[in-house]
T-cell receptor
């Protein structure tokens, strides 16, 4: 299917476990983003990537690691999950810096027990 | 103080009403303004996108930007139950890597 997909859609894990959330887009957009959405905070940027092998921190990067070996994939890893990382995670992509058309995936609902 | 303020609602209106959703902001460098609609358990989808001040219309939706007052609005005419969702405003500064700053969203319910 064309567009941006995320997997898994739902995940329950235990404190201290490593978890990887996957994001895949079929548009060949240069820019990709990871956000978390929490009540009262809205959407907060975790990491972003301008191209394959180019990544940078966003507003709340602590505890997260990203990689981007291929343009279409942008996985997000929680190295040692904490309860404060319970959230809904959204991946997004944008064709370029010009303009604001940013497209979001369906989200991954992560619960850390 | 947050850069972007948005009333969380919920806002309940009868079907057919005109809805006004608003955001205020403090950063005068914001140049691009967007409205996203987010249905429950879905990702945000881009509704409207405007550059600088002025109005933009798309069907039943009108976006307004007043940079002098640091105030943006989204109007929905002839509201439908299918418009029930959370509406997020979002803004981008000129220059830089164009980080998108989001409001926390206003939950709208249109009652049949």
């Amino acid at each position: 299917d064309a567009g941006i997909t995320q997997s898994p859609r739902y995940k329950i894990t235990e404190t201290g476990r490593q978890v990887t959330l996957m994001c895949h887009q079929t548009w060949s957009h240069s820019y990709m983003f990871w956000y978390r959405q929490d009540l009262g905070h809205g959407l907060r940027l975790i990491y972003y990537s301008a191209a394959a092998d180019i990544t940078d921190k966003g507003e709340v990067p602590d505890g997260y690691v990203v990689s981007r070996s291929k343009t279409e994939n942008f996985p997000l890893t929680l190295e040692s999950a904490t309860r404060s990382q319970t959230s809904v995670y959204f991946c997004a992509s944008r064709p370029g810096l010009a303009g604001g058309e940013q497209y979001f995936g369906p989200g991954t609902r992560l619960t850390v027990t | 103080q947050k850069e972007v303020e948005q009333d969380p609602g919920p806002l309940s209106v009868p079907e057919g009403a005109i809805v006004s959703l608003n955001c205020t902001y403090s950063n005068s460098a914001f140049q691009y303004f967007m409205w996203y609609r987010q249905y429950s358990r879905k990702g945000p989808e881009l509704l409207m996108y405007t550059y600088s001040s002025g109005n933009k219309e798309d069907g039943r939706f009108t976006a307004q930007v007043d940079k002098s007052s640091k105030y943006i609005s989204l109007f929905i005419r002839d509201s439908q139950p299918s418009d029930s969702a959370t509406y997020l405003c979002a803004m981008i500064e000129s220059g830089g890597y164009q980080k998108v700053t989001f409001g926390t969203g206003t939950k709208l319910q249109v009652i049949p």
